[in-house]
């Protein structure tokens, strides 16, 4: 992902929602401090920042 | 967690797909919501350093007496806005009510308030207004109920509405009038003269210095004391975060001027309602500004470079 912008935002909260929806969790690591600013004016960083694991959550971790 | 690798690799990419699908299914990305994927693209850009939240002077701290000692209060680096080229975030050429809409999300108070705004708040702003998504899409991704996602937004809505300050339409005729007197009466640092282009309760901030003043007189108080160091400088124009702005480069000791600060001006009618004076000058590269001009030299004006249009947004 280059040069982030509200696409990213837009792009990952549909990942989200889908992977949801397919029970599943996404939870970004390693995101560049742009990617993380940008989530966090957008308002969504919670929803994609790592939360405490869950034994009996199905993770995905993008890197 | 998956079993292995190749197992979370593939659920990423059937996820992966399935959102491309739906991103493709939601309707082609229509310029009026371009200008948010700009500004944050360049608020982010902005925050790189410390993705804290930024403000103005004003929103930091009260206002104070035009007195040099306050000089010593400044304000951390990551903790103001700095200035945006408009063209880094607006498409001079396109539709002007789009250029005009978006030059009001550029504005300092705008993108300050922003950020300000709760988490939940901003989410249903940009996720509704700005990426067009349906509430009942919004409420399931924010794990919320739709009547509070509306709840959410109408908030947001009117936060950001309190914001709005005078019509950002190109500039009138008077007011362009009113920078050209600005300019010529900065550059010949006449102050009586300032003072008759400025409304009486005119703000004036210097980030990155906590301190900010407000009213008339005691902006001329400062610009007559600690200011009058101004005098000799000259100006060039530009445009930043949607309002017109000068570089202003003061006398350099070794010949020519050098930069000093970016003046953003807000104005409200015919009269200036603002200034505010980033000391960054930094930011001359970003804008295209000369590092440097001449000794005498009569073409500086015409010097800056293609980015720095006039305050027109069509660049006459």
């Given at each position: ?14 990942l989200?929602?889908a992977a949801?929806?397919l029970?599943c ?35 995905v971790?993008?890197? | ?10 659920a990423v990419?059937e996820t992966m797909v399935k959102a ?297």
């Amino acid at each position: 992902m280059s040069a982030p912008g509200l696409e990213a935002v837009d792009d990952l909260c549909r990942l989200v929602l889908a992977a949801r929806r397919l029970g599943c969790r996404v939870r970004i690591e390693g995101a560049s401090e742009d990617v993380r600013a940008l989530l966090s004016l957008a308002g969504v960083d919670t929803m994609l920042s790592p939360a405490p694991s869950s034994p009996d959550q199905t993770g995905v971790d993008l890197p | 967690m998956l079993g292995s690798g190749a197992e979370a690799e593939d659920a990423v990419q059937e996820t992966m797909v399935k959102a491309w699908k739906a991103a493709d299914r939601f309707e082609g990305r229509a310029s009026v919501r371009s200008w948010l994927f700009r500004i944050a693209t360049n608020v982010c850009i902005d925050m790189r350093r410390s993705p804290q939240r930024r403000a103005r002077p004003m929103d930091l701290g009260p206002v104070r007496t035009p007195d040099p000692v306050h000089l010593s209060d400044v304000l951390p680096e990551h903790a103001w806005i700095t200035p945006i080229p408009d063209e880094d975030v607006l498409d001079l050429d396109g539709d002007p009510a789009e250029v005009a809409a978006t030059r009001e999300t550029i504005r300092l108070a705008f993108v300050a308030t922003l950020q300000r705004l709760p988490a939940r708040q901003r989410a249903a702003l940009v996720l509704c207004d700005v990426l067009r998504w349906p509430a009942t899409e919004v409420a399931e991704l924010l794990e919320a109920t739709v009547p509070s996602v509306n709840s959410a937004l109408q908030r947001a809505r009117a936060t950001m509405a309190e914001t709005a300050e005078a019509p950002t339409g190109p500039l009138t005729v008077d007011q362009e009038q009113l920078l050209a007197r600005y300019l010529d009466a900065f550059e010949r640092y006449d102050v009586s003269a300032l003072a008759q282009l400025m409304h009486h309760d005119v703000i004036q901030s210097m980030p990155p210095y906590a301190m900010w003043l407000q009213g008339r007189d005691d902006v001329l108080t400062w610009w007559t004391g600690p200011g009058a160091e101004c005098e000799g400088s000259r100006l060039l124009t530009g445009r930043a975060n949607g309002c017109p702005a000068f570089a202003q480069y003061r006398i350099d000791p070794n010949g020519g001027h050098a930069p000093w600060g970016l003046q953003v001006l807000e104005l409200r009618g015919e009269r200036i309602s603002a200034v505010h004076s980033f000391l960054d000058t930094e930011a001359f590269a970003r804008f295209g500004f000369p590092l440097h001009l001449d000794r005498d030299d009569p073409s500086g004006r015409r010097r800056q470079s293609a980015t720095c249009r006039s305050w027109s947004p069509t660049g006459q």
